[in-house]
């Protein structure tokens, strides 16, 4: 069983774009994955699709048909679902296909439109990732979810509203040179901490915009790379997926994300690496405190600690420990079922060189890529090594 | 308020609330949860029973959430906390406090209100 590698990548530039259709941004992203990679499109055996809220958003269900049409194949296409991590688990269906030999030549992607249903169609929609009997009709947004999440986490650890601006202001500044990004805005921690609060503790600068986009990877077997004389030097090497009950009310935790615990460890034992191995790491912050759990569950930082990270510097360009390159959800923006492929394209890019942010990690070998459905009760985890 | 059809146990839950008659569902080894359930999902019991839910219970966590969903967009600004009540923890709205003076182990009753914005029911807290 050898490890898939990512042969090419496409990602479309994120922001509003509200006249623009989920299939001409996916068209955008598809063909230029299958450009850079080189593949023939007829090779291509399926389509693995990320979106969420197609329904709400464009009244289309059945996308992925849809979207194979709309970069030229001629392959059977499933769409995947899961909230906020439908492209990472599109991710680890393809990995799990090209390894166990189903499959040659994947394409995964994910497409999301937002924009074009405002503030409060996107609000309402995000929402129902949420139980709704228990949460939504509590009037639950995904902003209130995270806040009653951010509470818990600085009554059990500590930390503060100024801790989670500095990993604003972090991402931000990263997103300034990445073009694909939304917001290419430097912010100071004081204008995060007097930004408008949406559900307290958190305001306007702890969450990420609401996007228009797209994404898309070409991935091979390492045999079908090597047959066709493909450039494709990054593997995919680990895949982890945890699962944790849907309504926060009925966790065992409120401070901590044990469906990413379980992914991590997953992709970790997968790959045979450890958190020490991380040379860089592209984590689900849809909201501030997001990016905390996250680097925790990674066993990047014990638990308790990760909030201090950004604040002391060590998850920036800068530090020992960079996370969020690209700029995040945070800054880069987060078409939700886009966002998994994304993070995939993004490690790809930093590992191989060619991300306008690879100065940071030049001797990065292995990255790894968190993303996070709901309140996290679905996670994704990948590890991305450097295998030539 | 909304014409569609009742949702099974949820609304016959809601009503024991309204009664006075709060219930959680326990499974034979003592897992408490929120109906309607059919199986325990910590240990696969199929053995659950009705169970009196504590009268009071203690938040957990809060937020105030200025920015709502459209159903909600008259009940906004609005605290939506998470209250152990025992054996289970109820996501509900509280009422009848100064959001300020909402905090974590403020101890609350539970009762059935009104959305603000449509009519239809949800749970809220009141500080006891």
């Given at each position: ?46 389509l693995y699709y990320g979106n969420f809220m197609g329904e709400l958003a ?69 929402a129902i990732a949420a139980d709704d009997l228990y949460e939504v009709r ?251 | ?128």
């Amino acid at each position: 069983m050898s490890d898939p590698r990512v042969a090419g990548a496409g990602v479309t530039k994120f922001g509003k774009h509200p006249e623009r259709t989920g299939r001409d941004l996916f068209a955008e992203a598809g063909l230029e994955a299958l450009d850079d990679a080189g593949v023939d499109p007829d090779d291509v055996d399926s389509l693995y699709y990320g979106n969420f809220m197609g329904e709400l958003a464009e009244h289309q269900g059945h996308q992925g048909p849809l979207m194979a049409e709309a970069i030229g194949l001629d392959a059977p296409a499933t769409r995947f679902e899961a909230a906020c991590a439908s492209a990472g688990v599109a991710v680890r269906g393809a990995v799990q296909a090209l390894r166990n030999g189903e499959a040659d030549v994947i394409v995964v992607g994910g497409a999301e439109r937002m924009t074009n249903i405002g503030t409060a169609g996107a609000t309402d929609a995000l929402a129902i990732a949420a139980d709704d009997l228990y949460e939504v009709r509590a009037g639950m947004t995904f902003p209130g979810a995270y806040a009653l999440m951010t509470r818990a986490y600085f009554d059990q650890y500590g930390g503060s509203h100024e801790d989670l601006a500095h990993v604003a202001v972090k991402n931000h500044e990263h997103a300034m040179v990445n073009d694909h990004a939304q917001i290419q805005k430097e912010i100071t921690v004081e204008d995060a901490l007097e930004a408008p609060t949406i559900a307290s503790p958190l305001g306007l600068y702890d969450s990420c915009p609401i996007t228009d986009g797209a994404a898309a990877a070409v991935l091979t077997t390492e045999s079908y790379a090597e047959d066709h004389g493909l450039d494709a030097p990054v593997a995919i090497s680990g895949t982890g997926q945890g699962g944790d009950n849907l309504a926060l009310q009925d966790r065992s935790h409120l401070a901590q994300t044990p469906a990413a615990d379980k992914a991590a460890e997953e992709a970790y034992a997968d790959a045979d690496v450890g958190p020490e191995d991380i040379d860089v790491a592209e984590v689900h912050d849809c909201f501030t405190i997001a990016e905390v759990f996250a680097i925790e569950s990674l066993g990047l930082y014990e638990r308790g600690e990760g909030i201090s990270a950004a604040t002391d510097g060590e998850t920036d360009r800068h530090g020992d420990q960079p996370v969020n390159l690209s700029g995040g959800l945070k800054a880069k923006g987060h078409p939700v079922g886009a966002t998994g492929v994304a993070q995939l394209a993004t490690i790809t890019w930093l590992l191989d060189g060619s991300h306008p942010r690879a100065d940071a990690v030049p001797d990065g070998t292995v990255g790894v890529a968190h993303n996070a459905g709901g309140t996290v009760a679905s996670t994704t985890v990948h590890v991305l090594e450097v295998a030539e | 308020m909304s014409e569609q059809a009742p949702d099974g146990e949820y609304d016959e839950w809601l009503d024991a609330i309204a009664d006075g008659e709060a219930y959680y569902v326990e499974c034979a080894n003592g897992h408490g949860w929120l109906p309607p359930r059919r199986v325990c999902p910590t240990c696969g019991s199929r053995d659950l029973s009705d169970q009196r839910l504590p009268e009071a219970g203690e938040i957990a966590t809060h937020t105030t959430i200025t920015v709502p969903t459209p159903q909600f967009e008259d009940d906004a600004p609005y605290v939506t906390a998470v209250a152990e009540f025992g054996p289970v923890s109820v996501t509900g709205i509280v009422r009848g406090v100064d959001p300020d003076a909402v905090e974590i182990g403020t101890m609350v009753g539970i009762d059935v209100g009104d959305r603000v914005t449509t009519g239809d029911r949800l749970v809220v807290f009141r500080p006891r």
